[in-house]
């Protein structure tokens, strides 16, 4: 037990919330010290910090401040730490609650929950928003847990085929003519979501395009540039392994030549002069919006 009649400073090492946090909470909600003694400041006791620790653990799972304090002052129960993977936290970074509120619930593997959590930042703040500054920093975060601990590929999976549904749920407009961008992975590359989200960014702004997704090989690309005749062509690449300069030069040289080939991803080297590099979905769309309009 913490004991009590600790400064805001305290606090604020102990429970890793930041002494301004810890103010505005205060100031906000009434979750500040109530301990006190003759010609001192006020302290906060053993009480206000169980208030403090419920506070942060609500909005970590992506409760709004204002209703995780009225839970905190009633004095609801905090979820138990197991629930949220057996112990393992998911790093964020400064994604802010709303991320760590859909990582924690991706832990629990409750896909519903981190449908709808993801389906109301789309809506809310649009495509290229959502991803970014939301679903990127859960992605990142469990990748890179799964790469220190060799575990978690289930909690990858199901994120992964939320955040896919999401992104496919979103309605597709009927194409004035034909799509005029092509969408692939790269040969045996199966990380398809970044090309899903353009997709979806696209489509908001009511364009179309196609999508080949994952493992193109690239005679199959070729046949589907002779058909289509694509003003664009983006190919994914998320593994270096799966990024050989080759595939982008066969497409400048191909006798349809794409005015546009973009190379998107980290897993390119090597690349052909004139191919182009968005380095963000924004970059990528504005990109590809130039290539429809």
Known sequence: MVEPGLGAGVVSRRL????????????????????????SHRRYTVDDLSRLEAMRQFTGDG??????????????????????????????GQAGPTARGIAAAAMR????TVRTRIMT??????????????????????????HATRQLIEVEHLLSRCVSDVLAALPRPAPAGPPRVLLACADEEQHSLPLEALDAALAERGYACRM?????????????????????????????????????????????????????????????????VPTSLEAALTMALAAVV
């Open 16 to 39: 890793g919330i930041a002494v301004t946090t810890l103010r505005t909470w205060h100031q906000r909600y009434g979750l500040g010290p109530t301990g006190h003694a003759p010609g």
């Open 63 to 92: 409760i709004p401040a204002a209703e995780a304090a009225r839970l905190a002052l009633a004095g609801s129960l905090i979820p138990h730490p197991a629930r949220a993977g057996g112990g393992l936290a998911i790093p964020v």
């Open 109 to 112: 593997l409750d896909g519903a």
């Open 121 to 146: 930042e789309v809506a809310r703040r649009g495509v290229v928003s959502a991803w970014t500054d939301v679903v990127v920093p859960v992605l990142v975060g469990v990748g890179d847990r799964h």
């Open 212 to 276: 080949l997704g994952a493992r193109v090989p690239p005679r199959a690309l070729a046949n589907a540039v002779i058909k289509t005749g694509p003003t664009m062509v983006l190919l994914w690449s998320h593994d270096p392994s799966t990024g050989s300069p080759s595939q982008l030069r066969a497409l400048q040289r191909h006798s349809v030549r794409p005015a546009i080939v973009a190379a998107a991803g980290p897993g390119w080297h090597d690349l052909p002069t004139g191919v182009l």
